[in-house]
């Protein structure tokens, strides 16, 4: 896996790779890791799907149960401070890795990551799953924080492409989810499509 | 004596009783040696199938070092002799070290200069028992080896197996590694009940595009980039830089994992 989110000039951007594997074999080739927790909060998954699934699943609940009972929209920062705590008070039993991004008017946009033990890190970038450990040169020597729309997909795009290639768990497709004040927009690179993947190799 | 004086050396060796103190075995200090236990460098599949010219062979350029994508360039597949190729998965170090024996077969072969020529079968013979004596070394060369080409006087299609244990076979159709669970029923489906005898050079190569289409989808350590030698009585062709359609398009309106429709 490779999951990435970034906050940009006008709110988030998150990017993940499509591929599911049991060891060497490719379960899902076309496996969606964007998952939507409220209309403006969505998540990465990465680490066991069975577990990331679930964890999403409680957090979507207990997200739109706290909607009902404080009558607004919970934020960024209380929906990742949920998920941490999911992830922290049963790290024994959980593989889960989690990036929490979103957009809120008074923030501007959020992003967090929560890594295997279910620590909780506010980030401009968050990079996380397999693939990431082979792209953290790229991001460190590309990535400007209030990057343009343009720009951030273009640096999202370079990232998970370059991870997928050296990556045997990542690969497939690039999928992204872009937040901001006028509500989200997919993106989708493959191949075969009008919107390629770029390649470095060769 | 009390149950946990009884109890507490179940399981334990007994050194004082088999080896004396002061024996030669209770001195030595020396660690057990270590031999070759995993691949490091590794090639994943290779297929080979007979058609009713010859025999086709296939492997991509990928070396994995774990589950990373090291090496996009490497040839899997050797020619030995005037009408054998030789297709290796597994460690590309042990694969190296088998080329050079190769190597000196061929050229020590070549040396006596009696108008014998190598013949794949020959070739796989040689290399099933170099494979079994380095298993029966507890030393294995890591790989799991596919030898194909057309076989003496007649120039008979052959295909053969050999493995890291020693273990061979032969078969119109027979792949190694990821190929072996997913390429194999397609590839018997175009050669079992002697279909290969009427089977074209052009369907082999669709079989075998089709195989390495369906391995780009569903192994982690393949590349869409391959080598693919045909052997017939006429010669070798080795085609380098191949690779195959995909396709991906579909997967854009497919949405999270269940009830997700954004």
Redesign the interface.
Known sequence: TTITALRYKDGVILAAD??T?M????AN????KL??LTDNIWCCRSGS?ADT?TVADLLKYYLSMYRIQFGHDPSVHTAATLASEMCYQNKNMLSAGLIVAGYDEKTGGDVYSIPLGGSLHKQPLAIGG?GSA?IYGFCDANFRENMTQEEAVEFLKNAVALAM?????S???IRMVILNKDG?E?K?F????ANPIPVF?? | MSFLELTEVWGKPQKDIFFPSGSEVEESTDAPIQRTVQPIVTGSSVLALKFADGVMIAADNLA?Y????RF?DVERLTKVGDNTIVGAGGDISDYQQIQRLLEKLEIKEGNYGDGYALQPSYIHEYLSKVLYARRNKLDPYWNQLIVAGVDGENKEPYVAFADLRGTTYSAPAIATG?AMHLALPMLRKATDDDRWKTLSKESARATIDECMRVLF?????SLNKFSVATITPEGIEFQTDQSV????????K????GT?T?
């Open positions: 499509s591929r594997t060891g060497a074999y490719i080739r076309v496996t969606d998952t939507q799907a699934q397999s082979f290639e050296r990556d045997g768990s690969g497939g497709t989200m997919r989708f493959a191949i075969d499509t190799t060769h | 994995s774990g589950s990373l994508a996009y990821f989808y569903r192994d982690a350590r359609s995909s396709k991906w398009a579909f997967a854009e497919q949405y999270g994992y997700q954004v």
